[in-house]
């Protein structure tokens, strides 16, 4: 018995994913900034593309735009380098965090320096740079415990390094990347004697400074067309 060959949908004809859905979305709001669309049209375009079904649809709503006819993605961002730059890192530490026989906590929304030094002495030491206000790109984080612990946590979306070790203890920092070339990137450097050092990142946390400039440049578009 023979089979009947089957042909394989068009490109076009797939069903679109959340993924593409927000690439196109992304891409009407580049427009939207950029002048070449009205804030009826953005409207217009973002409500089709939430009903589109399918890779075809999706690429009805951007078939005027320059972004649809760019040759393939840009260059990926290169990743952070493992070391600071020579002479962006001060000797001395723009702020001591120390915690003996104690606990203490530098969170919510505050400045951080070029260098931190973090001492947890059978104490801990709590640095939250989630919601914190990032001057400088590179930051270090110079951490010593013994018989304590130093946490850390970053937003999801600066790049971070380790650099540190531990002796009878751990020294864990996980390596993030970011996708923003303009993104800080926290080095977490020390030792860990017979305690912790911990540094991951806040998931749903972000460096308010990247959107805030993102955000920045939509207004200023919206404001270009209301002013017309």
């Known amino acids: ?9 068009a490109a076009s004809e797939l069903r679109a994913s959340d993924a593409e859905r927000d690439r196109i979305a992304d891409i009407l709001h580049d427009a939207l900034a950029e002048g070449r669309l009205t804030v009826d049209e953005h409207a217009e375009r973002v409500e089709g593309v939430l009903r589109a079904k399918t890779v075809g649809e999706l690429d009805v709503f951007i078939r005027d735009l320059p972004a649809a006819h760019r040759q ?49 002495i059978f104490g801990s030491v709590e640095i939250d740079l989630s919601e914190a ?60 004697v017979m305690g912790s050092v911990e540094a991951r990142p806040r998931r749903g946390k972000v460096v308010a400074d990247i959107l805030d400039r993102v955000q920045r440049k939509v207004d200023k578009g919206l404001r270009k067309h209301l002013n017309h």
């Open 72 to 120: 393939g993605p840009g260059p990926s961002p290169a990743p952070a380098p493992h070391r600071p730059t020579v002479g962006a890192i001060p000797i001395d530490p723009d702020d001591n965090v120390v915690a003996i026989f104690s606990s203490a906590v530098r969170k919510g929304r505050w400045r951080a320096g070029r260098r931190i030094h973090a001492y947890a």
């Open 133 to 192: 206000l990032f001057d400088h790109q590179q930051v270090m984080i110079k951490s010593f415990s013994v018989f304590g612990s130093v946490e850390i946590r970053v937003p999801e979306n600066v790049s971070l390094r380790g650099m540190g070790g531990g002796v009878l203890g751990s020294f864990e920092v996980d390596t993030l990347d970011s996708g923003e070339p303009e993104a800080p990137i926290v080095y977490v450097d020390g030792w860990a």
């Open 1 to 9: 018995m023979d089979l009947q060959k089957q042909t394989a949908p």
